[in-house]
């Protein structure tokens, strides 16, 4: 079977789609496939979402289903493109973002095959976000794996532009992996290992130092029930004349509410210098207004009276 539909308001289409599908009675085989097109700027103007507002975008999603010997099968792709507008304080110009999914359910279980999340800025690519693993719904346990490859300036731009205001984000490049699992009983485990290389914000005053900055952060724990198991936690920044930047921590942590065994932390770093991070992201640049409101240098004058 084949159909197609359009949602229309005042005569302009705001969501048009297609679908098909189909029944095998001797083998019980289920399969059907959807196609969906919807005009952002169109659909908020019908159904307004508190701080989200779109000039330009398009929502695209393609799909299929399919079930075989209690087995269903999931596969589609969800695009956002050409989104011009802003959520909030982050604002968006010309963005996209496409997630693709194959997704196996058998029982309780279900297979993440592939998930992943590819972002872009026109036509410059900005990286990509994969996540894969299998969860068990009855036992309330699961593996997962996640990496992220090569996440730049074109993703992430909108959303520390609020933070680093009014300075912008010129390059960066993220790397991310690593693995979790968790089950049932209380116990979680992660492993996660952190690099960011070529952070470089312009700074309209010049008074920034234009010098890439990196970061690189990994750990591993382990909680069974109140115990953490901290094996590793590192922590590097690039140097600076005042600290070498490198933070070792490892350690237990028994917050059992009866008879908990001591705790101990093992923390090592010479020195930590966060300055050029802080300039970055927290420090204000100085504005007019700022520098009219500096004291001035000459002394208080002085009014009679006693001492």
Known sequence: ERGEFQFAQRGQPLVTGKGSGDYDLATQQVGGETALEASLPGLLREFPVPDLSAD?????????????????????NLVLADFTGGYGEFKFQNYQASVDY??????NEV???????????????GGSFDLSGKLDLEKKSGQLTYK??????????????????PRTLTSVSLNITGAASFNGQGETSAQTEVELRDLLVKDPENKLPNTPLSLKFAVDVTQRQAVTDLRKLSL????????????QVVGRIDLSPTNPAPSALTIKADALDVTPYYDLFFAKPQTNANAAAKPSSAPPPVSPGPE
């Not at 330009?56 to 589609?76: I, N």
């Not at 590819?118 to 036509?123: D, K, L, T, V, Y």
């Open 148 to 165: 992220t490859v090569a996440v730049n300036q074109h993703a992430l731009r909108p959303f520390l532009a609020p933070f680093l205001a």
């Open 236 to 247: 590097s920044l690039t140097p600076t004349e005042r600290a070498r930047n490198e933070l």
């Open 56 to 76: 330009a975008g398009t929502v695209k999603f393609s799909g299929s289903f399919a079930q075989k010997d209690q087995r269903q099968t999931l596969t589609g």
């Open 111 to 125: 297979q993440l095959r592939r998930v992943a999340l590819a972002p872009r800025q026109g036509f410059e690519p």
């Open 102 to 107: 194959d997704v196996e359910v058998k029982g």
